[in-house]
């Protein structure tokens, strides 16, 4: 697991290495991107810490909620190649609410997520799911580019998950439910902020994961039979967001948790980057590739990687 942390670090600290050196001058407040490009902003915020910035220049609320829906369809007749008739759309939500006066600043950010693909001779199977919560607290110090923070948020599921890697004789193996698992962690430290693009964390925090179904209880860490476990530790997060050429915009992410009571290498790293390209007003593409480590549910890195487009409306 060392391997892939410390990939992941020299990474995303060459990204900032690399921006810091040439582009400088070039930076784009994050609170502007949003004035002008709401409609881009739908993205997955399925993390241990939130990616949540309150803009310098805010005073008082700004609400901002966006809606996305994404589809795609194949049909195949008397095709030589071969192929699956297929059926998939995908409905997405975020609402960000910010407020700042004077040295505090508070932001609310919200995500939910849904899929279905419907497979001829396969029935329909779930290709994304997500209920994400997450709010955070800041104090800033006399040097800005310096806060305390503390963090409460919450993730979990809509609807059951399945493997689907059995036998044809064989049902599918139920891995994941509604509030099964479901986390909430809490996180107070400090954070640095020397540009508009870039933020390092690091802090104290607490996680707690609940599975209300027993029959997955050992699936996420926790003993047979149990329902809920908490562990004490401490977190680190470094983010990148940033304009990186004409209508797109690069959002990078290295979130950890380290539990306390267990030896470092079970320390749970979340590695997300996302493309986003706008197309015109309403419709967007993007690229998404996310790295999961987490010893509980298995040793293996998990990956995940979403090419998509559609369109997204601004609410508010």
């Known amino acids: 697991m060392r391997k892939y942390l410390l990939a992941v670090l020299f990474l995303l600290g060459f990204i900032f290495l690399y921006y810091s050196s040439g582009?400088?001058?070039?930076?784009?407040?994050?609170?502007?991107?949003?004035?002008?490009?709401?409609?881009i902003s739908v993205r997955d915020m399925s993390r241990i810490n939130s990616k949540v910035v309150v803009a310098d220049t805010l005073k008082g609320w700004r609400v901002d909620w966006v809606g996305g829906l994404n589809?795609?369809?194949?049909?195949?007749?008397?095709?030589s190649q071969g192929g699956v008739n297929t059926v998939s759309v995908s409905a997405s939500t975020v609402l960000n609410a910010k407020y700042r006066k004077n040295k505090f600043a508070y932001a609310l950010a919200t995500n939910l997520k849904?899929?279905?693909?419907?497979?001829?001779?396969?029935?329909?199977?779930?290709?994304?799911?997500?209920?994400?919560?997450?709010?955070?607290?800041?104090?800033?110090?006399?040097?800005?580019?310096?806060?305390?923070?503390?963090?409460?948020?919450?993730?979990?599921?809509?609807?059951?998950?399945?493997?689907?890697?059995?036998?044809?004789?064989?049902?599918?193996?139920?891995?994941?439910?509604?509030?099964?698992?479901?986390?909430?962690?809490?996180?107070?430290?400090?954070?640095?902020?020397p540009t508009?693009?870039?933020?390092?964390?690091?802090?104290?925090?607490?996680?707690?994961?609940?599975?209300?179904?027993?029959?997955?209880?050992?699936?996420?860490?926790?003993?047979?039979?149990?329902?809920?476990?908490?562990?004490?530790?401490?977190?680190?997060?470094?983010?990148?967001?940033?304009?990186?050429?004409?209508?797109?915009?690069?959002?990078?992410?290295?979130?950890?948790?380290?539990?306390l009571q267990r030896h470092v290498d079970n320390t749970d790293v979340n590695f997300s980057n996302e493309l986003i390209g706008k197309i015109n007003n309403f419709m967007n593409m993007s690229l998404q590739f996310v790295m999961i480590y987490d010893s509980d549910y298995n040793r293996e890195v998990q990956i995940k990687q979403v090419l998509s487009a559609g369109i997204s409306y601004s609410i508010l």
Not at 23 to 39: N, R, W, Y
Not at 71 to 79: L, R
């Open 71 to 79: 589809g795609a369809q194949a049909s195949y007749d008397n095709w």
């Open 114 to 193: 849904y899929g279905k693909a419907k497979l001829e001779g396969e029935g329909t199977r779930k290709t994304d799911d997500r209920i994400a919560v997450n709010n955070k607290f800041s104090y800033l110090f006399s040097d800005e580019s310096w806060s305390a923070f503390g963090n409460i948020n919450f993730s979990t599921q809509f609807d059951q998950g399945f493997n689907y890697d059995v036998a044809d004789d064989e049902d599918p193996i139920l891995i994941s439910k509604f509030f099964a698992p479901a986390y909430f962690t809490q996180i107070a430290g400090i954070a640095y902020n």
């Open 196 to 259: 508009d693009y870039f933020t390092a964390e690091a802090g104290l925090a607490m996680k707690e994961t609940i599975v209300t179904d027993t029959r997955l209880s050992t699936r996420y860490g926790l003993d047979e039979g149990e329902k809920f476990r908490f562990e004490p530790g401490y977190s680190l997060a470094l983010n990148f967001e940033k304009k990186v050429f004409a209508n797109v915009r690069l959002i990078s992410t290295v979130e950890t948790f380290t539990n």
């Open 23 to 39: 582009f400088a001058q070039e930076a784009i407040e994050i609170s502007e991107l949003l004035e002008e490009e709401k409609d």
